[in-house]
């Protein structure tokens, strides 16, 4: 690390803000609204949300700091567990990545949708036009090309700068909504729920939606003066999260009405049509758009690097680690990874399917990986005195963190039995395809997959 410029508590925010802020905002809050039996079980999954990603934030920072590494989370999990796990794991996360990257393009294809006739606006079609938006930046990407880091800092700003405009409806005047939006269509009515097993249920979108944390492990190194910059930028990243968050729900409440957000899909075009009439709405749609291609560009670029470096470590077969001599483009990793996602599109077609699932994943991943970091604190004791991260309030922080997402876990498996069982036996199989693998292949998950700090 040396000669690299550490990063300041201000750029540290603003990545944590990036990492997180995303476009499911869109999507998941009319997702939760369906789920909670009453406002307060609402704002209180959203509140929550917030304080588990901050746990979760402090928890990967540290990790980070004691155990940096690149290669995605295949050598942290090596070193704290066994090789077999950190495969199924690390497998178990490009998944989750996949159906995350099919989830967010049909958020996109679901609001570009309203700009054409209501006949093309089936499941269908949306995931057609999902796919599109993928095979066209894989298209992109296998030839090279390379969107700007300064165009995707302005489709960052214009992600942003939509949140900011729901925020700004609440102070537009009811009675100045210029078009009134169609009745929609009654929700389905919830089965008989307690408010802590509503609250679970409506914490499933909310924890796609503050998702992203979990990258501070690669800064735990990067911060200048760590020890007090990134607590500092985390719990200042997470706030600025969670306030805006909880604006542009108040927003959706304000002007949609709660029973109604439970009825809608696209619930900021409604919003928009209600105080903007349909014009305002389809042009905020259209920049929606372009948001949610950018995010499927970022997750298209960095995933196969993940599946070149497991295998490098000989994880996975020499060949998704070939690169086009050309344009050094990761050809293998690069098309099973956008295959992955057309499938897992096409697999469960809606938004709430791929929410579930990939959620459900996530479970596995977030437990096991913060986890590690019992093993981590006991392991590297001689680093505690050297200026790294260390979080305070442990261990209360991660197992704060690690019981969120059991229980999360444990609302989908009783709400969508059936996306647990696929989990639970995706998870087992990369298990046995490990041991499946080392027997043809001793060398892997030897000396190479992990290092003694």
């Known amino acids: 690390m040396q000669g690299k410029q550490k990063l300041n508590l201000f750029s540290f925010t603003m990545i944590v803000?990036?990492?997180?802020?995303?476009?499911?905002?869109?999507?998941?809050?009319?997702?939760?609204?369906?789920?909670a039996i009453e406002p307060s079980v609402y704002f209180t999954a959203w509140l929550l949300g917030g304080f588990f990603a901050l746990c979760g934030a402090l928890t990967y920072a540290e990790i980070g700091s004691r155990y940096p590494v690149t290669g995605g989370y295949y050598k942290i999990f090596s070193y704290a567990y066994h090789p077999s796990i950190a495969f199924a794991i690390n497998c178990i996360i490009l998944i989750s990545n996949a159906a995350s990257l099919s989830g967010v393009a049909l958020i996109g294809s679901g609001y570009i949708a309203k700009l054409f006739p209501s006949f093309i606006q089936t499941d269908i079609d949306k995931a057609l036009l999902s796919c599109g938006a993928i095979l066209v930046f894989y298209l992109i990407n296998l030839r090279g090309l390379r969107m700007s880091s300064r165009a995707q800092n302005i489709l960052m700003l214009i992600k942003i700068g939509m949140i900011l405009v729901l925020i700004l409806a609440l102070f537009f005047p009811h009675e100045q909504a210029v078009?009134?939006?169609?009745?929609?269509?009654?929700?389905?009515?919830?089965?008989?729920?307690?408010?802590?097993?509503?609250?679970?249920?409506?914490?499933?979108?909310?924890?796609?939606?503050y998702g992203g944390y979990q990258q501070t492990i690669n800064f735990g190194n990067e911060v200048d003066k760590p020890a007090k910059n990134i607590p500092r930028g985390i719990f200042i990243g997470i706030a600025i999260i969670i306030g805006l968050y909880l604006l542009a729900n108040l927003s959706y409440y304000t002007i949609v009405g709660f029973d109604n957000m439970k009825a809608e899909r696209?619930?900021?075009?409604?919003?928009?049509?209600?105080?903007?009439?349909?014009?305002?709405?389809?042009?905020?749609?259209?920049?929606?758009?372009?948001?949610?291609?950018?995010?499927v560009n970022a997750l298209l670029m960095s995933n196969p690097r993940v599946m070149f470096a497991m295998s490098n470590e000989g994880v996975l077969p020499k060949m998704f680690s070939k690169q086009n001599p050309k344009n050094e483009?990761?050809?293998?990793?690069?098309?099973?990874?956008?295959?992955?996602?057309?499938?897992?599109?096409?697999?469960?077609?809606?938004?709430?399917?791929?929410?579930?699932?990939?959620i459900f994943l996530d479970c596995f991943g977030m437990v096991a990986s913060s986890a590690t970091i019992f093993v981590?604190?006991?392991?590297?004791?001689?680093l505690d005195h050297t200026g790294i991260f260390k979080m305070k309030f442990y261990p209360w922080m991660p197992l704060i963190f690690m019981a969120a997402y059991l229980f999360v876990g444990t609302s989908i498996a009783i709400q969508t039995p059936d996306t647990a069982?696929?989990?639970?036996?995706?998870?087992?199989?990369?298990?046995?395809?490990?041991?499946?693998?080392?027997?043809?292949?001793?060398?892997?998950g030897t000396d190479q997959s992990a290092k003694e700090i």
């Open 376 to 382: 981590l604190r006991k392991r590297t004791k001689h």
């Open 421 to 444: 069982l696929v989990g639970a036996i995706v998870l087992a199989a990369f298990m046995v395809i490990y041991f499946v693998s080392k027997k043809f292949n001793p060398s892997i």
């Open 329 to 358: 483009v990761l050809t293998v990793s690069l098309t099973v990874f956008a295959a992955m996602c057309i499938v897992i599109l096409f697999f469960a077609q809606t938004f709430d399917k791929i929410l579930n699932f990939t």
């Open 266 to 295: 696209e619930i900021a075009y409604v919003l928009m049509e209600k105080v903007f009439g349909k014009t305002g709405a389809d042009i905020f749609a259209f920049f929606l758009f372009f948001g949610v291609l950018a995010y």
């Open 179 to 209: 078009t009134a939006v169609v009745a929609a269509t009654p929700a389905p009515a919830l089965p008989e729920m307690s408010w802590i097993q509503s609250l679970g249920v409506s914490l499933i979108a909310v924890s796609f939606t």
């Open 17 to 35: 803000v990036g990492l997180v802020i995303g476009m499911g905002i869109f999507r998941t809050a009319a997702t939760s609204a369906k789920h």
